[in-house]
């Protein structure tokens, strides 16, 4: 096995070692601050992320508020002072080793406030942002604002094309790597583009390399780009280090540290990771982000998957492939009929397909 060395990011040397930032309280100023001690980089969660009396009791998120927009102000006020305490935890684990960074969902609501609020709250406690899910176009414009490094997590060198052409080029001096998590091997949500299959994984070395060849179009050749998913042993990324094709490399985990002791999940999620079977994990696309996402399959989701077997695509108008008139009238036409028109609606399917959801 190849020596690891210190990679410089966001201003100083660490580990090429990075705890992935994962939200439900997953990845904490706990789990963070102990993988920032080790002399890597951890990542906490900041979206609604918990918080603590001072006798150190969960503080319970209860919505008081009589609107939607008053519970609103309370969920933002919550949030932000959970990020600020996870922020501070980490920090003081970390005793200053390594780097803290703070992980936002762009698409969450209220993110700029939310992490603005935190970052204020957190001066100097943290070293860095991480955020995907969606284009992050204002990132590096609030990390600007704070003098904090970004970190966009992209899944191809397309989606990375349009966030440095259109934002970051105005802060390149604040980016501090790009971390490249692969549509189909990382835990979490995945960022698979419509033209790209889920049941088709590709491999992810050709789009890392793709994804440094148009960073060195932007002299960005010496960025560190982060390799997240599927990264359980370093023996089998041997040749990805020290790779000159590749440039700078670091590693994301995201799966693995759910495993170790400071992982705040509890014990009965990490028995259940450790026997799980191959097949049990997999891309579904039942996510209200509307994204596909890697889940173990419960029970749960077994109920989702036949529930989508059972449906039946159809149109109201024959289109396409939907040319086949369907006999029967789903319930909810029968109950939304409007009174006054009598004709029973026709329903057309797919002949070959008609099962699936297609
Ligand atoms: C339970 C879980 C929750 C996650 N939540 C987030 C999240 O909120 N935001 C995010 O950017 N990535 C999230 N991720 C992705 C991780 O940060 C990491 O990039 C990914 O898990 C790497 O792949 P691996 O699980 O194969 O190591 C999550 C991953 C897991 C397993």
């Known amino acids: 096995m190849k020596a690891l060395n210190a990679i410089r990011l966001g201003g100083v040397d660490?580990?090429?070692?990075?705890?992935?930032?994962?939200?439900?309280?997953?990845?904490?100023?706990?789990?963070?601050?102990?993988?920032?001690?080790?002399g890597g980089v951890g990542t906490f969660s900041a979206v609604n992320a918990d918080s603590y009396d001072d006798a150190g009791h969960l503080v319970e998120q209860v919505y008081r508020g009589r609107t939607r927009r008053e519970r609103h102000e309370e969920l933002i006020a919550y949030a932000i002072k959970g990020?600020?305490?996870q922020?501070?935890?980490?920090?003081?684990?970390?005793?200053?080793?390594?780097?803290?960074?703070?992980?936002?969902?762009?698409?969450?609501?209220?993110?700029?406030?939310?992490?603005?609020?935190?970052?204020?709250?957190?001066?100097?406690?943290?070293?860095?942002?991480?955020?995907?899910?969606?284009?992050?176009?204002?990132?590096?414009?609030?990390?600007?604002?704070?003098?904090?490094?970004?970190?966009?997590?992209?899944?191809?060198?397309r989606a990375f094309n349009a966030l440095w052409k259109r934002a970051y080029s105005k802060a390149a001096h604040l980016l501090g790597g790009v971390v490249y998590e692969d549509p189909w091997l990382a835990g979490g949500h995945n960022g698979l583009s419509n033209s790209e299959d889920p049941q088709k994984p590709e491999p992810p070395f050709p789009r890392v390399k793709a994804l440094r060849d148009l960073m060195r179009t932007f002299g960005l050749g010496e960025t560190?780009?982060?390799?997240?998913?599927?990264?359980?042993?370093?023996?089998?990324?041997?040749d990805w280090i020290d790779n000159p094709e590749l440039g700078p490399i670091?590693?994301?985990?995201?799966?693995?540290?759910?495993?170790?002791?400071?992982?705040?999940?509890?014990?009965?999620?990490?028995?259940?990771?450790?026997?799980?079977?191959?097949?049990?994990?997999?891309?579904?696309?039942?996510?209200?982000t509307g994204f596909?996402?890697?889940?173990?399959?419960?029970?749960?989701?077994?109920?989702?998957?036949?529930?989508n077997d059972r449906q039946v695509a159809y149109s109201t108008e024959p289109v396409g492939e939907h040319i086949a008139e369907y006999g029967l009238v789903p319930l909810c036409f029968q109950v939304t009929r409007i009174p006054g028109i009598s004709r029973r609606p026709r329903l057309f399917s797919c002949p070959i397909f008609p099962r699936g959801g297609q």
């Open 87 to 157: 922020a501070r935890q980490a920090h003081e684990i970390s005793g200053g080793q390594g780097r803290i960074h703070a992980n936002i969902l762009w698409e969450m609501g209220g993110a700029e406030r939310v992490i603005t609020g935190v970052l204020e709250g957190a001066r100097g406690l943290i070293h860095g942002l991480t955020c995907g899910a969606g284009m992050p176009y204002r990132l590096s414009e609030i990390a600007a604002k704070f003098g904090v490094h970004y970190y966009p997590i992209v899944s191809s060198a």
């Open 292 to 307: 596909f996402s890697s889940a173990v399959n419960n029970g749960f989701l077994k109920e989702l998957r036949a529930r």
């Open 224 to 238: 560190p780009i982060i390799m997240a998913g599927g990264v359980w042993w370093l023996s089998e990324w041997e």
């Open 14 to 38: 660490v580990l090429p070692l990075i705890e992935g930032g994962k939200g439900i309280s997953v990845s904490t100023g706990l789990s963070s601050g102990h993988w920032a001690a080790s």
């Open 250 to 288: 670091a590693f994301q985990f995201g799966t693995r540290p759910l495993l170790t002791r400071e992982s705040p999940i509890g014990e009965g999620w990490k028995q259940k990771l450790l026997n799980l079977k191959f097949g049990d994990v997999f891309l579904n696309p039942f996510s209200p």
């Open 83 to 85: 990020g600020i305490h």
